[in-house]
T-cell receptor, first 110, second 112 residues
Framework: NAGVTQTPKFQVLKTGQSMTLQCAQD?????MYWYRQDPGMGLRLIYY???????DKGEVPNGYNVSRLNKREFSLRLESAAPSQTSVYFC?????????FGPGTRLTVT | DQQVKQNSPSLSVQEGRISILNCDYT??????FLWYKKYPAEGPTFLIS?????DKNEDGRFTVFLNKSAKHLSLHIVPSQPGDSAVYFC???????????FGDGTTLTVKP
């Protein structure tokens, strides 16, 4: 039982490049989330998916897109990376109340 | 407008003493509150939670208190241990939205 897994762990992009962050959970949770965490700040919600087939914008969705591929997988895409998107990205899933987080992806955009 | 606030960015306590971490919220629609703990280079992990219909929940060394009238909750750790040194995030869950709002975190350092 791996919980929530994220790939890659680290990534460096040049401005304008695109990439997809992958997330998968094996706990059969309906809800999945993408957050970013910047230094000294809390977790800000980018997008979430309450169930397979649905996605909704969170607090900071601009510059991102998501796909809920199936119940297990929820990916985050940066179409044209910007330095302001340098951050640590966390994926999470939820059954009822508490969320289970992945280990994070540290992204640097130069 | 930050709906969940942790006004102390950092807290330092001596091993064996009590650690008290505080959190304030503004949205009265929040009905469930959670505390998460985060070590460097790891994802947050769930620590303890409390429903809005309760005023206290205890789990071992960790106790969360909720004061609904003041829109305030606190996490007590007794006794504090060096392994408790981490960032603690307060989160509030909105029942209809199905999403949590997080505070900015408090870095706890427990000195041996």
């Amino acid at each position: 039982n791996a919980g929530v897994t994220q790939t890659p762990k680290f990534q460096v992009l040049k401005t304008g490049q695109s990439m997809t962050l992958q997330c998968a959970q094996d706990m059969n949770h309906n809800s999945m989330y993408w957050y970013r965490q910047d230094p000294g700040m809390g977790l800000r919600l980018i997008y979430y998916s309450a169930s397979e087939g649905t996605t909704d914008k969170g607090e900071v969705p601009n510059g991102y897109n998501v796909s809920r591929l199936n119940k297990r997988e929820f990916s985050l895409r940066l179409e044209s990376a910007a330095p302001s998107q340098t951050s640590v990205y966390f994926c999470a899933s939820r059954l009822i109340y508490e969320q289970y987080f992945g280990p994070g992806t540290r992204l640097t955009v130069t | 407008d930050q709906q969940v606030k942790q006004n102390s960015p950092s807290l330092s306590v001596q091993e064996g003493r009590i650690s008290i971490l505080n959190c304030d919220y503004t949205n009265s629609m929040f009905d469930y509150f959670l505390w998460y703990k985060k070590y460097p280079a790891e994802g947050p992990t769930f620590l303890i939670s409390i429903s809005s219909i309760k005023d206290k929940n205890e789990d071992g060394r960790f106790t969360v208190f909720l004061n609904k009238s003041a829109k305030h909750l606190s996490l007590h750790i007794v006794p504090s241990q060096p392994g408790d040194s981490a960032v603690y995030f307060c989160a509030a869950l909105h029942p209809q939205a199905g999403k949590s709002t997080f505070g900015d975190g408090t870095t706890l350092t427990v000195k041996p």
